[in-house]
């Protein structure tokens, strides 16, 4: 089975500073996708940056970027210029692609979460 | 409204109480599942429904039920739960089942069993 751990419960950052949050994961699968979410107070998840791991290349949204190091099975999430709105539960989450045996392809495994916040 | 919605946002129901949670989405999905979220515990999947047929029970205990009466609504409904039963049950969307397909979350309701 898979499991993703997140090893630090809890990150702190300056604003407009940049802070790295960590990501491992255990598969035995070849092709999957990898997730960061953000689950800001009003709790609302919402998906910040996806990653193929078929993609050599770090997938990028705005201030938003990966480091995925496939062999390492390592997928932290870099935030740049961090801003007050970026204070929040972050979650890293993994999906296989490939149906298993009397199951689905569809289970999001996720971490146990760390929690962002934004000093002024 | 956009998006996924969940009603209600808060519950507080005792043991022997019969409750419903709803979820709706506005995205045309076709695949809805039911997370719950436990304080400092990964989410965990409890249910998938794909074109309105279940297609995952994660092990979750007979006290929840769930429903699905077409593609935009999710029902789970509960009855004589436990005090650990209490977290925030979250809902989500996607185009259908396959792993390439982000899901969209509900904001979630917040379950206090008393």
């Known amino acids: 089975a898979q499991t993703v751990t997140q090893s630090q419960p809890e990150m702190s950052v300056q604003e407009a500073e940049t802070v790295t949050l960590s990501c491992t994961y255990d598969?035995?699968?070849?092709?999957?996708?990898l997730f960061w979410y953000k689950q800001p107070p009003s709790r609302q998840m919402i998906l910040v940056i996806r990653q193929e791991a078929y993609k050599q290349q770090n997938a990028t949204e705005n201030r938003f970027s990966v480091n995925f190091q496939k062999a390492a099975k390592s997928f932290s999430l870099k935030i740049s210029d961090s801003q007050l709105g970026d204070a929040a539960m972050y979650f890293c989450a993994y999906r296989t692609i490939r149906s298993n045996s009397g199951g689905s392809n569809y289970k999001l495994t996720f971490g146990k979460g760390t929690l962002l916040t934004v000093n002024p | 409204e956009t998006g996924v919605t969940q009603t209600p946002r808060h519950l507080v129901m005792g043991m022997t109480n019969k409750k419903s949670l709803k979820c709706e989405q506005h995205l045309g999905h076709n695949a809805m599942y039911w997370y719950k979220q436990s304080a400092k515990k990964p989410l965990e999947l409890m249910f998938v429904y794909n074109f309105k047929e279940q297609t995952e029970n994660n092990s979750v205990p007979s006290r929840f039920s769930p429903e699905c009466p077409n593609s935009s609504h999710l029902f789970l409904h509960l009855h004589t739960l436990q005090p650990e039963d209490s977290a925030l049950y979250l809902c989500?969307?996607?185009?259908?089942?396959?792993?390439?397909?982000?899901?969209?979350f509900g904001p979630g309701t917040r379950l206090t069993v008393t």
């Open positions: 598969t035995s699968e070849s092709d999957y996708y």
């Open positions: 989500a969307s996607s185009q259908d089942d396959r792993g390439s397909y982000e899901q969209y």
